[in-house]
Every structure is written in structure tokens, then in C-alpha cells.
């Protein structure tokens, strides 16, 4: 069996013309690219807030106040991410590794997951959405 791709030159410029296009485009002085991928985030980030205030129960906030979404940084193998979650290096809760696995030590704690059901559970949610913010960005651009 053989298969024959025509187009392959032009298909590759134009999705590498659309790329650029929405890198240094955007709207409110953000980038195309960071919009989407913040706001596609946001679904993870409200169940990971919910999760953490619900098991365990919040009790100082400084867990909860800690979870944010992160940079859109790009990754050395092509394209980028997003990373939702507790930043220790802001200032985040720097227990947030033993609420979520639990831990042994003098007073042993079960685990409390708040970051692994949230992500489970919201990422089908924010790839519909990066989907629909892509599909708009390019559209807008005369791309589609």
C-alpha cells in the first residue's frame, strides 16, 4: 500500500505562517498564543480550587491562594505549555506535594489529590476550549 501527499510544502509554510500570525498577534496587549492557552486552563484551574478547599478542608488558604495558572513558556522541543498548579517558586504553599501524596514522618497524613482529579477531570474541557479560541483566532485573522 502506497500513499501519495500532495501539498506537503504548502501545507507546512501555511501552518507555520498561521503560527507566527498568532504569536505576535493578539488582542488587550496579550499574545494570541499565551490567551488561549491561559484561558483553555481555566477549567483545570476552578477544580483544582474547588478540590483544595474542599479535601482537605481549607484552613490558612495558603494552599488554596497558591494555585494559579503559570506562564506560557515555550518548550525546547516545539511549541509551548501552560502549567496549572502550585508555583513554589511565586511563593506558593510549599506543602502542597504532601497534601496531595500524603506523607509519613512523625504524624502520618493520607493522601488528599487535588491537583490529579482536577487535571482528569477539566482537560477534555480546556481542549474544546483551546479548540474554539484556536478556530476563533484564526478565523479572525482571515486564516481559516
Known sequence: MSLEVKGGVELR???ARMADLLRTSGGNGTRACN?????AAQPVLARMLHNASTDPQRRS???YNSIRIGRVVKKRSGGYRVTVGVHRADG??????PVEFGHGGPHP???HPFIRPAFDGGVDEAYEKAKQLLGQALDA???L
Open 61 to 63: 488558604g495558603k494552599l
Open 35 to 39: 490567551y488561549i492557552l491561559q484561558t
Open 141 to 143: 485573522r482571515g486564516l
Open 13 to 15: 509554510d501555511d501552518v
Open 92 to 97: 506558593g504553599a510549599e506543602y502542597a506535594s
Open 109 to 111: 497524613a493520607p493522601p
